[in-house]
């Protein structure tokens, strides 16, 4: 008989997911859809948008980003040319660090 492992969120994730629940859900309420029209546009039942609408966190991510594009709700405060234009930028910066990330076997002492 297997265990389950029940996943545990820090306070932040889950008051993140839970904001981000509601922004849509408030997005849905102003653009006036059901939680079944919007459901059926992004493709789920209504119980998974009920879902994202709380924040749970076990829903895929694509599905609340779906969401979130089909309503018009901004993601990373810039619409769609300026999570091009950040995601170039963030690329730029991941070039510039080293490709792999190593542990030091050295235990560095700083107390002067």
């Known amino acids: 008989m ?3 492992h029940k996943r545990t969120y820090s ?20 653009r ?4 079944q029209e919007l459901a059926e546009r992004i493709g789920v039942s209504r119980s998974t948008l009920q879902r994202i609408e709380k ?12 969401a979130a594009a089909i309503l ?3 993601l990373f405060d810039a619409d769609e040319k300026g999570i091009a234009a950040l995601s170039d930028r963030t690329d730029d910066r991941i070039a ?10 050295k235990h560095l002492v700083d107390e002067f």
Do not use: C, N, S
Request: no cysteine; glycine share 16%.
């Open 72 to 74: 018009g709700v901004k």
């Open 55 to 66: 924040g749970d966190p076990r829903v895929e991510i694509g599905l609340m980003f779906e």
């Open 32 to 35: 006036r859809l059901t939680a």
């Open 2 to 4: 297997a265990l389950t």
């Open 96 to 105: 510039l660090l080293p490709r792999h990330v190593y542990k030091t076997g």
């Open 11 to 30: 306070r932040y994730t889950l008051e993140g997911l839970g904001l981000f629940g509601k922004t849509i859900r408030l997005g849905r309420m102003q």
